[in-house]
């Protein structure tokens, strides 16, 4: 999601080539990712209550996205902004606060803490979204998309080969250094020293 997020613009180019309305699927669809991602987390902490017999847990979340989306159409509403980007945002916005909040009621129940949701959970999770920052700004930096406004597929693929590569590896290094903990560290490397060493034998 991170790289969907902030790469939204090329990858719809390349996956629709010149259209007439790319720049809008775009800017819909990085306004939507980060309400995706943070809706994804919430389905573990539904799927343990749901186990416990405790399925009627899931209409917290159900009541806040409710609640939450019907806020923000009202305030779009009130605005006079009721058009198909701002519905996107709105949308987007309303998902992202009631998927958090879903998620500090779970973390809640299922701890009987408060706190601890940033560190063990959001962070360790949206650990990539700096790694897609620095590859965004460094690729816009150095000229790296084509300058023709509405690039073909041809002029986008090695530009998108290179900022997903960079993304996978610096994602990649975060995770490594930052979230990871000493013996998870140790574990990945004994695993990457046995595929080097099946893959020699080969």
């Known amino acids: 999601m991170p790289f969907l997020c902030l790469f939204a613009l090329p990858l719809c180019q390349f996956w629709l080539g010149r259209h007439a309305e790319v720049g809008s699927v775009a800017a819909i669809m990085s306004a939507l990712a980060i309400s995706c991602h943070l809706h994804i987390l919430t389905g573990p902490g ?27 159409i009202a305030v779009l509403a009130v605005s006079g902004m009721l058009a198909v980007l701002p519905l996107a945002v709105a949308v987007g916005t309303a998902g992202c606060l009631a998927a958090l909040a879903y998620l500090a009621w779970n973390h809640r129940g299922l701890t009987g803490s408060a706190t601890g949701l940033a560190s063990g959970l959001l962070w360790p999770a949206c650990a990539g979204y700096p790694a897609a920052l620095l590859v965004h700004a460094a690729a816009t930096a150095l000229g790296l998309w084509p300058a023709d406004p509405q690039p073909g597929r041809g002029q986008l693929f090695l530009p998108l080969l290179i900022a997903g590569t960079a993304y996978a590896a610096g ?14 560290r140790s574990a990945l490397l004994r695993a990457i020293g046995r595929h080097r060493a099946a893959t020699a034998d080969a």
Not at 50 to 68: D, I
Not at 171 to 182: D, K, P
């Open 171 to 184: 994602a990649g290094a975060t995770i490594y250094a930052f979230v990871l903990e000493s013996a998870e």
């Open 46 to 72: 539904s799927a343990i209550f749901r186990g416990r017999g405790n399925a009627g847990n899931e209409f917290v979340y159900h009541g806040l996205r409710t609640l939450c989306l019907a806020a923000a």
